[in-house]
Structure formats: C-alpha cells, structure tokens
C-alpha cells in the first residue's frame, strides 16, 4: 500500500474491549503502532474512510492445521495465512500435528522462520506436548519456547494415559503455558464417525456419543484440581462438557474453552446428505448441545471462539462418508457464521464476540494484548457487519475448498486486515511486504 | 403411481405409493421365473453391473437372475476382483463402468451411504443392494410381497424383529417400509445391540423375547454375527441364544399361527432352532423367491418400464 506507514482509519465504529471503547472516531497508525485514537489532521497521512464499519482488535484464531511441513498439497503457511488474512485474522497459532510432528525447537523453528518469510499474517506455534503425539514421553518445553512455541498440544488425537496427563499439567508450570486438550476418549469414540444419536440410528452411521467427550474433560478438571497449571478445552461440543467447564471455572481454576463456528451453527441432522464436509471431529452435536454452547458464550463459560482450520484435499475428502478424513476448513467463513449465529440473533453483543476473536485467544496464548492503546502494535481488523455475501468455495484462497458451508447466505465480512501497520488484506486483496 | 426416480437407495425416502407399484408390479413378474422359459425382453440391451463390495450370495444370485429373465446384460465385479485393491477409489471405480456405458449400478458396500455417494455423481441407475448398516431397500421389499401374500394387507399387523438390530440395514428398512405400509413395529435384542433412541422411528423396544413375541403376527429374526462377542457387546453366544434364540418351545408362547422370517444366511442352531427355520411357520425360502420377482420390478420400473404394461 502506498501509505509511508503512516495512514488515518477514519470515521470507523472502534471497539475496543480492553479500553471499553465503543464509538465513532480515527486511529492513527504511524511505523507499526497505534499513534492514538481521536481526530487528527496529518496532511502527510493518508486517509482511509471506513464509515460504517467496525474497527476491533486484530483477531486471532487460536486453533489453526497449516499443514506445511508434510501435506504442503493441502496448505502451506503462505496459503494458510492468506485465507487468516482473508477471514480477518491478523495471527493464527499453528497446530503441531504436522509430518513431522512440531515436537522440538529445530520444528518450532522451521515454523516461525518459514512463517517470516512466507506468512500474511503472525504465525504462534504450539508445540507437540508428548513426542511424536504419541502420548508417551513429555517434549522439551523449556527449549521449544524459546523457539517461538506459545502453547503445547496434542490436537488431534487425546492424551490417553492419564498420568501423561497429569505430567504435562505439572511440567508446563516450568513455561508458564497452556496446555489445549483435544478431550476424546477413544475407547467411547472407537471407528465413530458421526454424533451418536437418532440421525447416526437411522443413517446406520457409527456413532462418537457425547460422552466421549465430557469423561475426557471431566478426568483433565480433575487432574487440573489436582496438579494446578492451565488447560484450554480444545473444540468443545456438548453440553455436558460446558456443564463441567461451568463448574471448575466457579473454583477458580486456570481453565479455558473454545467452540468453533460449525458446532455452534450446525447440528447433525445435516448428515442426511452423507456428505462428508459434515465428517469432523467432534462431531455436529444436537441442536440442544447447540443451544447450551450458546448461552455457554454468552455466559462467558466459552472464552474463545476458534475456527479448527483443517484443509483436506478434495481427492481424500471425496470419498463415501467412511473413508474420508476428519476436518473442515474455517478461516474464510468464520466471522460470518458467527456473526449471523450469534450477533445478528441477539445472543452476543459486538464487544462479546471481539473479546472471543481477539482479545481472549491473545491472552490465554500470553502473546501480547490485543488492544488499540495507543504506542500497541497495529494489530486491526475491520468489517462490515452489514455486509451480506453468499461463501463461494471456489474462490477459496486456502488450498482447499472442504466446507460445508458452500452456499450459505452470511451476514458480515471482513473488509480489512492490519498486521503490524500494514495493510496484508484489503476489499479482496493481499499485500505481503 | 409412476416410478420417476432414477435410484433405489432406500425406504426412508420413497412413499407408499411407490411402495405399492413396486409390489404389484412384482407380483405380475413373478410368474416369469416359473415357466419353462424364464425370459422376457424388457430389459434388452440395457446393461447392469453388480458392484459387491462385500460378500454376498444370495443378493448377488438373486439380481443376478433378475437381470437375465430381463434379458439385461450384467456383470459381477467383486472388491476381490476389482481394482479396489490396487488403491482406486469408489468414485474412480463407478465412473470407469460409467465410460463403459452401463445403465445400472447394484452396488454393495461395506459403508452406510456409499451408494447415496455415487447415485449423485452418476447419470447410472443406481439401486443399493446393502450399505453399511444403513438400508437394504431390495429385501424390504421382498419382505413386504411376501406378507403381503400372506396377510393381503399389512395395516395392524404386528411384527417384532429380533436380534442385532444395530448391525441390521435389514432391520431399519423394514421397520421403514412396514411402518410405511401400516404394520406395528417392535424390536427385541439385548440392549447392547438395539441402537440409540431407536423408538424414534416408531417402534416399541423389548428386551425380553417372551414378552415380545406373544401377541406378534410375524417375528423377523435376524443373522446374529458370532465377531459381536469380541466386540464386547454380548457376554455369550451361549447366553444369547439361551435369551433370544428362536425355538418351539420358545414359540409355545406365540401365536398359533405365527410366521417366521428371516433375510438369510441363518445361523442354523444360533438365532434360529433349525425345527423353526424349517417348520410350518416359516416362511423363508419364499422369501428367496420373491427376492428375485422383486429385483425384477424394480430394475424394470426404474428402466422407465410401467407398472400396467407387465402381462
């Protein structure tokens, strides 16, 4: 962009959580940071008017697959970034479940140096928390955190063996980082590929019942009580691990807990078609499992919002309902879903979801906040909230088109994306330095 | 009623009507397989493939001869003998026979939903000969000629369905189609193997077989899989047969007229005392016979042929 790094966001509704800002006014952005919010007249800045649009801290999506290195045919972290940027994102935090698995600080580094070079917008890497994801031996934390790692992670696949568990709860006091658990018991799960309930008894699909789910987050609580340290409730899906979550968060516990936009948008009965963009784990819950995860967010029970980015390629994906992979892609559609799910109905207000999208996921990952103070880093996003547009998967920027979304009519859409004090996405197009 | 559709996937999704037009139409085919010469034209020049992903005997045999009474040209691949194995995928598989022009894809697969799958991305008939768990609309079908010669009509008839209900695409199109066709509908199993919220198809759930059976018209027994033990859904064989195997004995309880089905292979002395299978109540090979009348009918009426012109 031809601004010098000195531009004026004019007339924008900034909402700003930390500050409990919400009004009408400019921001100032000079060599990178926030220079103040208010009215300026800078002849030698440019002016950008966004009247009518809404300016929020820059978003974060805490639960992202890039893929690279290994299946660099389904994302890369040049493609990756480009669809965050796309879908507003100014940061994503990169799963490790990568082949190789990020499970030293040699793959910490590959990530954050490939991620300078290559990335649209900030790239966290979360690192494996045993070796291989195997389950069976702690990685070195210390060590990976000095490489640039922000949490630890076996997403993916659980950790099974309890006491692992309990380790791994212990060992990340050394860092001082969260530990994000993706709570599935297999022995529940076994080869299931849909939620367990009517719609899985008719369509004679093998069910994953919730309570898969909740015995795995109802065992990491309680060793959680037991051996302090931070856990973050990856995806969470059903309403009796919220109503878990509920009851720890009453004992002051360091817990956190994510929902991605399809659990809080679709519910199973969508699985009629057998199309397998419906197959992720968890699975599409139940409409009541829907409603409790909303009122979960309202009630702050959920304190982030994540999009569990996970491409697959189509020739895996296009398969009969069995053989095709787990996951869903997310980052393009994410603002939308949840703004007609979950503003436009009323549930949240604007500041609510930007806490969620923002300022919550940068404070549990502990990578600075996410803020329009001014001397901050310029870390802005900016949409429409008026904004109605059809998703169109073709025109897709991640490498892979594996929604189930496709069609959907959306109300809201990032306009803008600010890394830094610089324009990476603006009304359809990129900008890399 | 005109059959429009270009598939047979399931029962869930077709009307009664339908229903109907496939069971009268069978009727009048029926008669085909009983003279000296079993053959008619009707499906001359059309050709079917037999797509078995899975082991089958009787339904392949039965299509099999379907087709050919047809006068449709048909052929058999099996996953042993397909490309499957080479690591080609369903899709590249269908839309292969595609290019070779086949009008008709049977299809039976191991996963629920495999020919919904492939039925939306080919301009092929496709008919589902068995998916997964899922349905098995063919053998409903059968099912229902077969009372339906029996009883005339279904509506109020009372029949229980005993067995491993969750492995049983049989079951969930049966339940469908007697359902559709005003029948009352019970299951009765182990709970291990009745599957979740069940009774929301609109059936009663017993789980024990004296109770279920006494005021039945039909009891519909279906194949117990010996591999259910492992899978820690049943303590025994030994117990399961104890609690649901179906024997004269047991049958004293029943109505004295009762009939009883089962959709093959039995397992002679497991589910099924061999003095019931072979007994005066039941029923089965008659079923086998209509498999082939049915198969008929619905290959000739999704071949765009109506159900009056049959003679």
Known sequence: MSHNGRYILKNGRVIDPLQGLDEVTDILVENGRISGIGQFNKKDAEVINIK?????????????????????????????????????????????????????????????????????????????????????????????????????????????????????????????????????????????????????????????????????????????????????????????????????????????????????????????????????????????????????????????????????????????????????????????????????????????????????????????????KKGNNAYITIFDPKKEWVVDKKIFVSKCANTPFDGYKLTCKPVMTIRKGDIVFREGKFYKK | MEITRKDLLGIEDISMEEIETFLTTAESLKEISERAIKKVPYLRGKTVANLFFEPSTRTLASFSLAEKRLSADSFNLSSSSSSVLKGETLLDTVRNLEAMKVDFVVIRHSMSGAPHFIAKRLTASVINAGDGTHEHPTQALLDLLSLKEKFGSLKGKKIVIVGDIMHSRVARSNIWGLKKMGAEVSVCGPPTLIPYKIEKMGVKVYYDLNEAIEDKDVI?????????????????????????????????????????????????????????????????????TNGVAVRMAVLYLLSGGKSGDVS
Not at chain 1, 132 to 152: H, I, N, R, W
Not at chain 1, 187 to 215: C, H, Q, W, Y
Not at chain 1, 344 to 352: D, H, M
């Open chain 1, 52 to 372: 009518g649009l809404i300016v929020s801290p820059g978003f974060i999506d805490m639960h992202t697959h890039l893929r690279e290195p290994g299946r660099e045919d389904e994302e890369t972290i040049k493609t990756g970034t480009k669809a965050a940027a796309k879908g507003g994102f100014t940061g994503v935090a990169a799963m490790a479940n990568t082949y190789p698995v990020i499970d030293n600080s040699g793959m910490v580094k590959f990530i954050t140096e490939t991620a300078q070079k290559d990335g649209y917008v900030d790239v966290f890497p979360i690192g494996a928390v045993t070796k291989g994801q195997k389950g069976e031996e702690l990685t070195e934390m210390s060590d990976m955190v000095k490489a640039g790692c922000c949490a630890f992670s076996d997403d993916g696949n659980p950790i099974e063996n309890s006491h692992i568990m309990r380790k791994a709860l212990e060992y990340s006091k050394v860092v001082n980082k969260v530990i994000i658990a993706h709570e599935e018991d297999k022995s529940l799960s076994d080869d299931g590929e849909m939620n367990e309930d009517f719609i899985s008894t008719k369509l004679g699909l093998r069910g994953i019942p919730p309570i898969a789910e909740s015995v795995m987050v109802a065992r990491d609580a309680a060793i959680l009580g037991f051996t302090g340290g931070k856990l973050h409730i990856a995806h969470l899906s059903t309403l009796e691990s919220l109503e878990v979550v509920r009851e720890v968060k009453k004992k002051k516990l360091n817990i956190t807990a994510e929902v991605t936009p399809h659990h809080i948008s679709l519910d199973s009965s969508h699985l009629v078609s057998f199309d397998s963009n419906l197959k992720m784990k968890p699975p599409l819950r139940t409409k009541s499992d829907i409603k409790a995860l909303k009122k979960g967010l309202k009630e702050g029970i959920i304190d982030v919002i994540a999009t569990d980015h996970a491409p697959h390629a189509l020739f895996e994906k296009e398969m009969e309902f069995g053989s095709a992979p787990f996951g869903i892609v997310g980052l393009e559609t994410a603002l939308g879903i949840v703004y007609t799910e979950l503003v436009k109905t009323g549930i949240l207000t604007l500041t609510e979801l930007i806490e969620k999208l923002s300022v919550n996921p940068a404070k549990i990952l502990g990578i600075g906040e996410r803020s329009l």
């Open chain 2, 220 to 288: 519909y027994v279906l194949r117990i899989q010996k591999e259910r033990q492992t899978g820690g859904l049943l303590p025994s064989l030994r117990e399961y047969i104890e609690l649901y195997g179906i024997t004269p004995e047991k049958l004293k309880k029943a109505k004295k007229d009762v009939i009883i089905m089962h959709p093959g292979p039995i397992n002679r002395g497991v589910e099924l005392d061999p003095r019931v299978a072979d007994g005066k109540h039941s029923i089965i090979l008659g079923q086998v």
